[in-house]
């Protein structure tokens, strides 16, 4: 067709190249495409992040997250298994207590929910998967913060970490192979590193949730979580515009001894993930939230985007951005679509 400028004919010096270069050779066939995918998904790559509640007879969906449950205790088990068998890379457990306090006493109670799921999920993979543990009070604090809180109701940033360093060591003492800070106190993985290591928990590694910004997209995460939180995370959590202070965030957490260091939410923050995957001396996670997650599965439940694309494409371009892992809900149906495939 003469308007294709592929079609078109070199016709003298000023058009030099033109049907000579032809990047679309490259993506003519399925497997020419295959050859030069310059970014690739591998089931080892995905962490599966899932929620035990305590006194559950049986897994609760979540209304939010259509085909994400809150777990039992034993669902949780059959769900790490089969998270195994797909050869994901991992687990990151969150828990759902009964009760909770000013402190969040459950966190680090070893018959707490979160402590009690992870010896079970350990118990039932081994090291097939490495687990993980959110190390946050939100979920176990009755007013819902991340930490506790001072007389007049701020939050308290390094009396919270002597309550992180506890939790770390009920963590670690269950079985946790990497514990997962999120709660943005600065100094945090300083004080952890410590404690593990006092404890003679050397190889428990330590994943920052070094640039975790203050985000609508955790909406979702409240309801899987039932949180309680009055107020918002701004004291804490990064403002959505700053791009150059994720540098720095990571930066001290390297410095203070993260293996891991994460970039939170991932959709709207690939520029971040992009900077910090220049810089960074350790793998960068990536979280692709509840929020992330309930747009695409209300989209696509509308009939309004394909699903499976729409899931393959959005992690594909969070390991493009530069996260050498991705938490997603997704990752063990995902795992099964990318072994259909090699098949
Ligand atoms: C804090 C924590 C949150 C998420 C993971 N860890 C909530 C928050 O910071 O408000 C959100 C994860 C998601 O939205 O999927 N414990």
Same mark, same amino acid.
């Given at each position: ?79 790490? $298994?089969? @998270?195994?068998?797909? &050869? %994901?890379? +991992?687990? /990151?457990?969150?828990? !759902?207590?009964?009760? *909770? =306090? #000013? ?70 003492? $269950?079985? @946790?192979?990497?514990? &997962? %800070?999120? +709660?943005? /106190?600065?100094?945090? !993985?300083?004080?952890? *590193? =410590? #404690? ?85 001396? !350790? ?61």
């Amino acid at each position: 067709h003469p308007s294709d400028p592929s079609s078109a004919r070199p016709s003298g010096p000023a058009s030099e190249g033109v049907g000579r270069i032809r990047p679309r050779r490259l993506r003519s066939t399925p497997a020419m495409r295959r050859l030069v995918a310059q970014t690739r998904v591998h089931p080892a790559e995905l962490v599966l992040p899932v929620f035990v509640r305590e006194g559950l007879a049986e897994p609760r969906p979540i209304a939010s997250m259509p085909g994400v449950v809150q777990h039992t205790r034993d669902s949780l088990r059959r769900a790490a $298994a089969e @998270a195994a068998e797909a &050869g %994901l890379g +991992g687990l /990151m457990l969150f828990g !759902v207590p009964l009760v *909770r =306090d #000013a402190v969040g006493t459950q966190a680090t109670d070893p018959d707490g929910i979160l402590n009690r799921a992870i010896a079970d999920v350990v118990a039932e993979v081994g090291d097939a998967l490495v687990v993980q543990a959110d190390l946050c009070l939100d979920e176990f604090t009755d007013h819902g913060h991340c930490g506790v809180l001072t007389a007049t109701g701020a939050v308290d940033n390094d009396a919270t970490l002597v309550r992180y360093a506890e939790m770390a060591l009920a963590q670690a003492d $269950a079985g @946790a192979h990497l514990v &997962g %800070l999120s +709660g943005m /106190m600065d100094g945090q !993985v300083g004080v952890v *590193r =410590d #404690a593990l290591d006092e404890a003679g928990h050397l190889d428990v590694a330590v994943l920052a949730y070094a640039a975790k910004y203050a985000s609508a997209f955790y909406g979702p995460f409240r309801d899987a979580v039932e949180s309680t939180l009055e107020g918002d995370r701004r004291t804490y959590q990064m403002d959505p515009a700053n791009r150059r202070e994720a540098l720095r965030e990571v930066a001290i957490d390297i410095a203070e001894g993260a293996d891991v260091v994460m970039v939170k939410p991932a959709m709207s923050y690939l520029d971040v993930l992009a900077d910090v995957a220049a810089m960074s001396s !350790v793998p960068i996670s990536a979280y692709q939230v509840s929020g992330e997650y309930a747009m695409i599965e209300a989209a696509a439940a509308a009939g309004w985007i394909d699903r499976r694309r729409a899931i393959e494409e959005s992690v594909v371009g969070i390991r493009r951005a530069g996260a050498d892992h991705v938490l997603t809900y997704w990752a063990t149906e995902l795992a099964g679509w990318l072994a259909e495939e090699k098949r």
